[in-house]
């Protein structure tokens, strides 16, 4: 399991990220990445802290991993960074994925399949650019990859390709799913069989351009630091997976007291990544708080929340982005998150990686840190 951060490390964690983002160069990573990533990695070495995982894959850089069980082998479903030369800027403009890799393991630890490339932009009539974060689903033998991007008046929606094996190839649908917008689409299949989709993400995800599912215009408005946050949102899907069978509606992330977390809550409030599991009956919303870096956890009695806010699962790491994702397998838990470990510290380039987790005997997860505690050595 991961251990601990100290105060120190997390001082040097914040710092390293600043320092990154203002004085890393662009430079053409798509040929030459391995290389580039550990000169990069070498001349950090009096730097970069201890980690306690090492990415999964060395030879592509991959971010947002969506991890699923699919035919009794772990699936994952990453976007892919590389470096097309876009300055960064708080619309996330640098992000430019453009395509998707499938992997899998018989087990974690264990060797990791590269099935290829499943589907590229160019394959999407309606998708301009930005292909973030994406997630899959199976139903009746089919499969269902779920993807954002942006569309030709540069607006994220939500996109669906179908294939036959979990490992793809996908074939995508001549349009996005209708009434769908912003971005990291999560789909949860409920113990009862129905599934639903979880979306939204801030600042570059746009959702703060929406209010009552309507777009509003390019502007950016957010509610005041004491108002309720910007909620992610949920709708169930329909029955042959390529749209919604309601309209999208907000998912209610609450305090203690049962109010809901409000803007200026920083460490708490939504930003992106939404994800849910299911222990012992109680649905498990997990989410980034995005410019904190944590991944937190709310639980629930309904897909459709409301969920208390409960605490952190992981702390942030290396690099501005944190999103993950929960999945089960022989009877363990593992949460699959990215880092920049591998290119040194490259907010826009990242690796994913996995972690065992706990829920204890109450049914709270202990936090963990993507660094070495060595103070606990």
């Not at 395509?99 to 301009?128: N, Q």
């Not at 899907?237 to 200026?264: Q, Y």
């Not at 993950?324 to 380039?349: A, C, P, Q, R």
Request: aromatic letters at 12%; glycine letters at 8%.
């Amino acid at each position: 399991m991961l251990k601990k951060t100290t105060t120190l490390q997390k001082t040097f964690l914040y710092v390293l990220s600043i320092v990154v983002l203002a004085a890393c160069k662009n430079e053409n990573s798509s040929d030459r990445l391995q290389e580039e990533s550990q000169d990069t990695i070498s001349s950090a070495n009096d730097t970069l802290p201890e980690f306690a995982s090492e990415p999964l894959v060395t030879d592509n850089f991959t971010a947002d991993p969506s991890a699923h069980v699919f035919e009794g082998k772990i699936y994952v479903y990453p976007s892919r960074d590389w470096d097309s030369g876009i300055p960064e800027d708080d619309t996330g403009a640098h992000f430019n994925m453009k395509d998707y890799h499938v992997y899998s393991m018989d087990s974690v630890g264990g060797e990791v399949t590269d099935h290829g490339k499943v589907l590229d932009v160019e394959d999407v009539s309606w998708a301009s650019r930005q292909m973030w974060a994406p997630d899959a689903a199976e139903k009746d033998g089919k499969y269902y990859l779920y993807f954002p991007a942006k569309d030709e008046n540069d607006i994220f929606r939500i996109g669906v390709a179908v294939g036959d094996s979990p490992a793809g190839p996908f074939e995508p649908q001549e349009e996005p799913i209708a009434n769908s917008y912003s971005i990291d689409p999560a789909v949860y299949k409920d113990t009862d069989g129905e599934y639903y989709m979880y979306v939204g993400g801030i600042w570059g995800g746009q959702l703060q351009r929406y209010r009552d599912n309507e777009y509003q215009g390019e502007d950016d408005v957010y509610p005041a630091d004491d108002e309720p946050a910007l909620m992610p949102k949920i709708a169930r899907m329909s029955d042959d997976m390529l749209g919604f069978a309601e309209e999208l509606r907000d998912v209610e992330i609450l305090d203690e007291e049962g109010n809901p977390l409000t803007t200026g809550d920083n460490d708490r409030r939504f930003f992106e990544a939404a994800w849910v599991h299911k222990y012992n009956d109680t649905y498990y919303f997990s989410y980034s708080t995005g410019d904190t870096h944590n991944i937190a956890y709310a639980t629930g009695d309904s897909p459709y929340g409301p969920f208390t806010y409960q605490g952190v699962i992981l702390e942030p790491v290396l690099g501005w982005t944190n999103h993950h994702s929960i999945v089960e397998h022989n009877g363990k838990w593992y949460i699959f998150y990215h880092d920049s470990s591998l290119s040194g510290g490259k907010t826009y380039l990242r690796s994913m990686k996995v972690a065992e987790i706990e829920h204890n005997e109450d049914g709270s997860i202990d936090t963990i840190s993507s660094f070495v505690n060595e103070d606990a050595n």
